[in-house]
């Protein structure tokens, strides 16, 4: 997925100080624009200009490819492993625990080399697969893809400092829609080929072999280089970590999707735990700022996040737009699929080929903008206009969806109207924030702002998203079809897409499938609201 540019930046600036050299100079540069291998501080191991953006395009396509076969492998999940309760959260896990990794991606990549983090965490992102697709149960699954999002995490993150580093001024923009590129082919791919295997294990195990490729690929290329002074010692990087805000960073957002998802799923409304939780995830957002705005255990250079940057105005309607498109993002590549799924009665692989408008548009999007926005110049135009296309096309998506006379054409054509208005917005920011900062410093730090949004975004959606389908979708079923022939199980189930009751008897079926068709029209509301937010975003920039 999408990397956090601050960390390694902010330990370039850093090492800048340290080493007494000016890393906003003037650097040597390659023919085709890359500095070259002498550049102070960074030990390469070959041209940068050759290797790196073909090694982060292999990683960045390897991790969507985990995401987008995720989605459509998700009731054959549910119907060999049961705990329909859980469901929602392998798709959430991977987002949510990339989220709440953040500050560690930030800070750990100041204590090592950033090439020997990148190598480690490839592997360990392999190490999670492997756990995933052995898993006995969705707890088992769950863990393997947090163990892949804490390794994405670092990976994306010193893919993206790769650009930060070696590119210079205007390139940022073209390299970042470059790497999302590669994200959104994989996104393309991963669908129909995890869901070709019969065995859904397979689709996690593919991964290994992918992610070794990557490293054989990686090691020889990635330069090696380190953002901390040379006669530190590794107690004191270590003693600048801010632990209390990296465990903050990741306390909170789990608090917070565990408050919204397990309610009535697992807990009943109102109980004593769903309050407890709650109320646990407010104590912990007030404790993880006021923490980080007093610099508890920490200093204002070495705290998990840079504050400061917030009073920087001018980044702060990019990072909201960041968050939009994440929104977007979430809602229609998890619930198209099950659209297909559920009322198309599409197979797995047949919902991963109704997904292609849509990415396919998308990626055409992100190259195009990507490609023309340096030469534009004017870059509240993409959020504008991406913004409009986004209401545009959701609100189209909760008229249309419901109907149960809507054409699949209908829906594919408003499925690449929505890759088209979030291929303008999507990961645009971390080049754009690099374009309009006065400074590297100011460069470097506004940039973990932006994927706080977007991951923050996106987990945040799924979470809320998996909540609505699953108890709306829920008390909507027991009203039409509640009559006492089908139980709790039986419903929970059938809104799992697993193989139910419910699907056996035809009137009943017949209620399902219009109810679920409301509830994922009803999704897009968040989407729909996501859109009006960019688009004010863009006016006011």
């Known amino acids: 997925m999408i990397g956090d540019l601050n960390a390694v930046g902010a330990l370039a ?21 890359w500095p070259a291998n002498t550049i102070p501080g960074v030990t390469a191991l070959a041209d940068p200009a050759a290797t790196m953006p073909s090694t982060e395009a292999s990683t960045e396509s390897r991790a969507s490819y985990d995401v987008s076969n995720v989605v459509n492998i998700q009731s054959k999940i549910s119907e060999d492993l049961g705990d329909i309760e859980l469901l929602a959260w392998i798709s959430l896990s991977y987002s949510l625990a990339v989220w709440a990794v953040l500050s560690y991606a930030r800070k750990i990549l100041q204590c090592f080399s950033v090439r020997v983090l990148y190598l480690v965490h490839l592997v360990l992102f392999a190490a999670g697969a492997l756990v995933a697709g052995s898993a006995k149960s969705i707890a ?49 791919v991963g669908g129909p080929l995890g869901s070709a295997f019969t065995d859904w294990r397979w689709a996690f195990y593919l991964i290994v072999p992918l992610i070794l490729c990557a490293v054989v690929l990686a090691a020889p290329c ?84 840079p504050l400061h940057m917030l009073v920087r105005l001018k980044f702060v309607p990019v990072w909201v737009a960041s968050a939009c498109a994440g929104v977007s993002y979430a809602v229609t590549l998890t619930y198209m699929p099950l659209f297909f799924a559920f009322v198309r009665g599409s197979s797995p692989l047949r919902q991963a080929i109704k997904q292609l408008p849509f990415t396919i548009v998308f990626i055409l999007t992100l190259l195009l903008t990507g490609r023309f926005l340096p030469r534009l ?55 754009i924030c690099s374009t309009i900062s006065k400074d590297q410093e100011e460069k470097v730090n506004s940039i973990i702002f932006c994927n706080l949004a977007l991951f923050g975004g996106i987990a945040t959606t799924l979470a809320i998203a998996g909540s ?74």
């Open 13 to 33: 600036v850093q090492s800048s100080k340290f080493s007494g050299q000016d890393w906003a100079s003037e650097t040597p540069t390659s023919a085709c624009g």
């Open 140 to 188: 088992f699954i769950i863990a393997g893809r947090s163990i892949m999002g804490l390794a994405g995490a670092v990976i994306l993150q010193a893919n993206a400092s790769y650009i930060v580093v070696f590119s210079r001024d205007g390139e940022s923009t073209i390299l970042m829609a470059l790497s999302s590129v590669a994200w959104a082919v994989g996104l393309a």
């Open 222 to 305: 990635l330069p090696a280089y380190e953002f901390y002074p040379t006669h530190s010692s590794l107690s004191s990087r270590l003693a600048r970590l801010d632990l209390l805000g990296i465990f903050f960073n990741a306390a909170v957002p789990v608090l917070f999707a565990i408050s919204v998802t397990f309610p009535s799923a697992i807990w009943a409304w109102g109980s004593g735990q769903s309050v407890a939780f709650w109320m646990l995830s407010a104590f912990g957002l007030v404790c993880w700022t006021t923490q980080q705005h007093l610099c508890m255990l920490t200093t204002a250079s070495s705290r998990a996040l």
């Open 377 to 431: 110049r004017y870059y509240k135009l993409i959020y504008i206009v991406g913004g409009a296309v986004t209401v545009a096309g959701s609100a189209a998506m909760v008229a249309v969806l419901s109907r149960s006379d809507v054409s699949d054409s209908t829906v594919l054509g408003i499925q690449a109207l929505l890759g088209f208005g979030l291929g303008l917005q999507f990961q645009h920011g971390i080049g």
């Open 468 to 541: 609505i389908f699953q108890n709306l979708g829920y008390h909507l079923l027991v009203n039409a079809i509640g009559n006492g022939s089908f139980s709790k199980e039986d419903i929970r189930e059938a809104l799992a897409g697993s193989a139910s009751v419910v699907w056996k008897e035809p009137k009943a079926m017949q209620r399902a499938v219009a109810i679920v068709a409301t509830v994922i029209a009803r999704e897009f509301y968040l989407s729909l609201a996501a859109g009006i937010l960019c688009l004010l975003c863009g006016l006011v920039m």
